[in-house]
């Protein structure tokens, strides 16, 4: 998780800050408006954002979890969000297997508390066998990662050194045609990936 020095390259901090500057400005971006769109209204159930980068062999799941009252937060709340987010890594691999590495972070939402913490993963991914796949399908009956079928891609563009009266983030909303290759960089078509 996130208690490991820093310096240590099978760290996820390692991992973010090893990306290039636009990659983590695109991440604080895509972040912030996963915090901005939390819904309104509290939720029980996980809320959470993929960000998967094209050509790259890394992708993010930022989760929102809000704590039940009824649990103690440090001894049995934190644990259960750890592996919550364990959970969501591992099916982000198995959605897209081309993937060799998953940061995940994992916060309290914002707009529920006043003061939140934050558990961050490194799922090293390159040797992925079928039983961690089969683990994960197994755990993820319970949260249905990547298994509903309301879901939107967005495509964004993000300049290294965007024009000053312009937003940095330009957002592209297009139909995806079954046979085109999927956004999410895997090289195999829509229909085949994504649109599954």
Not at 7 to 15: A, S
Not at 64 to 89: G, W
Not at 185 to 191: I, V
């Amino acid at each position: 998780m996130g208690d490991k020095n820093v310096f240590d390259t099978q760290n996820p901090f390692f991992e973010m800050a090893s990306e290039p500057r636009v990659t983590r400005r695109l991440l604080s971006e895509r972040i912030g408006h996963a915090i901005r769109n939390y819904p309104d209204t509290n939720i029980s159930s996980p809320y959470m954002s993929f960000i998967g980068l094209p050509n790259s062999e890394k992708c993010y799941i930022f989760l929102q979890v809000t704590p039940p009252s009824h649990l103690d937060y440090e001894n049995e709340f934190r644990p259960k969000r750890r592996e919550m987010l364990r959970i969501a890594c591992g099916a982000a691999k198995n959605k897209f297997p081309h993937f060799k590495k998953v940061i995940g972070i994992a916060i309290d939402p914002i707009k529920v508390r006043k003061s939140v913490s934050e558990d961050f993963l490194l799922l090293d991914c390159e040797e992925w066998t079928n039983e961690d796949r089969r683990e994960i399908e197994k755990y993820n009956k319970g949260f249905k990662f990547f298994e509903s079928k309301d879901k939107s891609v967005q495509f964004e563009t993000t300049y290294n050194f965007p024009p000053s009266t312009e937003r940095s983030l330009t957002k592209v909303s297009k139909k995806i045609g079954r046979n085109e290759k999927c956004p999410c960089g895997s090289g195999r078509k829509y229909k085949k990936c994504c649109g599954r």
